[in-house]
């Protein structure tokens, strides 16, 4: 669990757009998947992120076989997998203090600058430029809000990730739900953030 919220960091840096007065989708407008290619923090992985438009869910497929986790944007919550463990942990989305950032939502703090254009596993892609708070970086976002390559640092870390392969079409309901006969716990009280 503890590399958890390294990859975490990774998926949050996945996004990267938004301008006051200009911004692209924040999230995808049509059901994908996506394989991207991490390196810093678990280098050199492959991480799998789905999106459910209809149910506004996010799935994460963290490298390594490290378990996946499911973001809930309409109900503000969160659960992680541990194969393993045949464990779920619970916890909130986005909700105070130990509350975890939706990796395509950048922070609404963040100032953002368009850049030009760039192709990335074949699909097109407008490059962003964001600073935050000491974080920097830049993310590709296609027009219908899927993020294609992104790289930033926080806090001297720097992670990088690039999409290989894109599919667009409707996503299974199924996998977007918890596994019954799993261990339930909620996230510690006082436990640093995975973002």
């Given at each position: 669990?503890?590399?958890?919220?390294?990859?975490?960091?990774?998926?949050?840096?996945?996004?990267?757009?938004?301008?006051?007065?200009?911004?692209?989708?924040?999230?995808?407008?049509?059901?994908?998947?996506?394989?991207?290619?991490?390196?810093?923090?678990?280098?050199?992985?492959?991480?799998?992120?789905?999106?459910?438009?209809?149910?506004?869910?996010?799935?994460?497929?963290?490298?390594?076989?490290?378990?996946?986790?499911?973001?809930?944007?309409?109900?503000?919550?969160?659960?992680?997998?541990?194969?393993?463990?045949?464990?779920?942990?619970?916890?909130?989305?986005?909700?105070?203090?130990?509350?975890?950032?939706?990796?395509?939502?950048?922070?609404?703090?963040?100032?953002?600058?368009?850049?030009?254009?760039?192709?990335?596993?074949?699909?097109?892609?407008?490059?962003?430029?964001?600073?935050?708070?000491?974080?920097?970086?830049?993310?590709?976002?296609?027009?219908?809000?899927?993020?294609?390559?992104?790289?930033?640092?926080?806090?001297?870390?720097?992670?990088?990730?690039?999409?290989?392969?894109?599919?667009?079409?409707?996503?299974?309901?199924?996998?977007?739900?918890?596994p019954s006969g799993y261990q339930?716990?909620?996230?510690?009280?006082?436990?640093?953030?995975?973002?």
């Amino acid at each position: 669990m503890r590399s958890f919220p390294i990859a975490c960091l990774a998926a949050t840096l996945a996004a990267a757009p938004a301008l006051a007065q200009e911004r692209p989708p924040l999230m995808p407008t049509r059901d994908a998947s996506v394989t991207y290619r991490v390196a810093g923090g678990p280098a050199g992985q492959e991480m799998r992120m789905a999106w459910r438009v209809a149910d506004q869910k996010l799935r994460v497929d963290m490298p390594g076989g490290m378990g996946w986790s499911v973001m809930d944007q309409r109900a503000k919550t969160m659960f992680v997998v541990m194969e393993q463990q045949r464990m779920i942990m619970q916890m909130p989305l986005n909700n105070g203090p130990g509350g975890v950032t939706i990796p395509t939502q950048p922070p609404e703090t963040a100032k953002f600058t368009r850049g030009g254009t760039a192709t990335v596993a074949r699909q097109s892609c407008t490059i962003w430029r964001y600073e935050n708070q000491g974080a920097t970086g830049e993310s590709c976002i296609t027009a219908d809000g899927v993020m294609l390559r992104s790289t930033g640092t926080v806090n001297g870390q720097t992670a990088t990730m690039e999409a290989t392969e894109v599919n667009y079409g409707p996503q299974d309901a199924a996998r977007f739900t918890a596994p019954s006969g799993y261990q339930q716990m909620q996230m510690p009280s006082g436990a640093p953030p995975a973002r």
